[in-house]
């Protein structure tokens, strides 16, 4: 499963990169396609199972991979962190192992904990693992993904780290609350209306793939709000986009052509490069899909209701342009800030001039990507651009051992060039986004610093701070009632 937690989120985003030449992973043989048995490849020549076959695909294509795996982990082991707005949640171990992972469990218990978010022991999972959108696969890609699970992967019988959240959200009971809440337990059912690849589409997307899960805003509780899905939500420091069709605050002014080669290689050139949890996807997942399937979900894209932000006149990847390699050095530091080593066209030339060059124009051939027409620089929000500064890009796409690899240095505290200050990374946003992006957009050190935290916190995750006050008011209430009570009942005696 991705490395999401917009219920609590990895980051999907366009954002700012330093990325190399896309490069196409070479696609599986062509096969046609239904939604009761979506994603099955025509079976090996080898004569490998052909049902394991479909069940490697599904869990290629519900990126299982992401969250299941730790650095330098075993694969499906568990123990990978996602930094939710309410703590650190671990991913379990789901390898076949008997002793540390889901090796007893039945086909049915399996199918619960996908569809439902509970173990064969009855307790509850958080909704960091998207099973409110798991709800939708059939039972025969249910039953395809256990056979994977239990015959083709390697168990490993170390469990994984153990998810400890505080109080209150430690106590997993309360998922039933909000399972009854948002979970509407149904599978997909085709919409007779539409043809089979948006059907595929739609079953991709709001299935396997997961998307809604970062890119529809979440309410109070951290639940999907159904009115504004696929517009945009944020995810701790990132902004997962508007994917919806609106031509100015989604994806309507994309071709198919762009759409679909961002799915594939996280690099549109003039429109946006995949950093965070995008690029997590696109590495691990959406880059290996059929190319059928990629078209199904562009196509089912293209039916999601247009959602424009409010005051939003302009597309993200519309704004700015080349400037002179004159302009560009001598920047827009006024003359009493141009020796100071914290201006924002000091800092430029000295840190991204020499891969986006002084112009912004970026590197022939786009390895090194243009800051202006750039969906980072050019959004409404700077979450995306002040992301990639603090935390950089990595994307590899292609073949293991073949990969091309896109790579930008991150510039906080763990970074192993230099450290940034949040002052001097919030002038390098705000000259970038003068120079060459949307010029009404403007960072402050704050700003950074919340980035540099994780972003802001949901309202759910700040209400640990207001439980014991309130408690405590509370009780003192009680107490108060109690002796009124008690007195009022002495003097009638």
């Known amino acids: 499963m991705m490395r999401r937690f917009a219920t609590m989120l990895t980051t999907a985003a366009l954002a700012l990169g330093v990325a190399m030449p896309p490069a196409h992973a070479q696609s599986a043989p062509p096969v046609t396609l239904t939604p009761d048995r979506p994603a099955a490849p025509a079976p090996a020549a080898n004569g490998q199972d052909a049902r394991l076959e479909r069940g490697r695909y599904l869990a290629i294509a519900a990126d299982c991979m992401a969250c299941h795996t730790a650095a330098s982990g075993k694969p ?107 979970l509407d337990n149904k599978r997909f059912v085709p919409d007779a209306g539409k043809s089979a690849q948006i059907n595929r589409g739609a079953y991709l997307s709001e299935g396997l793939a997961h998307c809604s899960a970062c890119h529809t805003p979440r309410n109070m509780l951290m639940a999907e709000v159904g009115s504004q899905k696929l517009a945009g939500a944020d995810l701790g420091s990132w902004h997962a986009p508007n994917i919806t069709s609106d031509k100015i605050s989604g994806i309507g002014g994309w071709t ?48 999601v209701p247009p959602v424009r932000a409010a005051g939003q006149q302009k597309a993200a990847f519309s704004h700015g342009s080349a400037i002179s390699e004159e302009a560009g050095l001598r920047g827009m530091a006024s003359a009493t800030e141009r020796h100071s080593l914290n201006s924002g066209a000091v800092l430029f030339s000295g840190y991204c001039a020499s891969c986006h060059s002084a112009s912004g124009a970026g590197s022939t051939g786009q390895a090194y990507p243009a800051l202006f027409h ?118 009638k005696d």
């Not at 709800?135 to 400890?164: C, I, N, S, W």
């Not at 510039?411 to 949307?438: C, H, M, P």
């Open 76 to 182: 499906y082991a568990g123990g990978y962190a996602i930094d939710s707005p309410l703590g650190t949640i671990y991913a379990t171990n789901i390898t076949p192992s008997k002793k540390g992972g889901i090796g007893h469990y039945t086909e049915a218990e399996f199918a619960r904990a996908l569809r439902q978010g509970v173990r064969a022991d009855g307790s509850h999972l958080y909704p960091a693992m998207p099973y409110t959108s798991y709800a939708l696969l059939t039972d025969a890609d249910v039953g395809d993904l256990y056979h994977y699970f239990m015959h083709a992967v390697q168990p490993v019988d170390e469990p994984a780290r153990q998810t400890k959240l505080p109080f209150p959200f430690n106590i997993r009971l309360s998922m039933m609350g909000w399972n009854a809440l948002f």
């Open 256 to 303: 198919d052509v762009e759409i679909a080669a961002y799915l594939k290689t996280g690099h549109v050139e003039g429109k946006g490069q995949a950093a965070g949890g995008m690029a997590e996807a696109i590495q691990n997942s959406l880059q290996f899909l059929h190319d059928d399937d990629v078209a199904a979900i562009v196509a089912y894209l293209r039916t």
């Open 374 to 491: 750039n969906t980072a620089t050019g959004a409404e929000t700077p979450a995306n651009l002040v992301s990639a500064i603090l935390f950089g890009v990595e994307r590899k796409i292609g073949k293991e051992g073949a990969e091309v690899e896109a790579f930008m240095p991150r510039f906080d505290q763990r970074s192993y060039v230099q450290s940034l200050t949040d002052e001097q990374i919030a002038s390098i946003a705000n000259y970038v986004l003068k120079q060459y992006g949307n010029p009404a957009v403007s960072v402050t050190p704050a700003y950074v610093a919340q980035a540099r935290s994780g972003g802001e916190k949901p309202v759910l995750a700040r209400l640990p701070h207001f439980i014991v006050p309130v408690g405590v008011a509370a009780l003192l209430v009680l107490i108060a009632l109690l002796v009124w009570w008690r007195s009022r009942r002495q003097s």
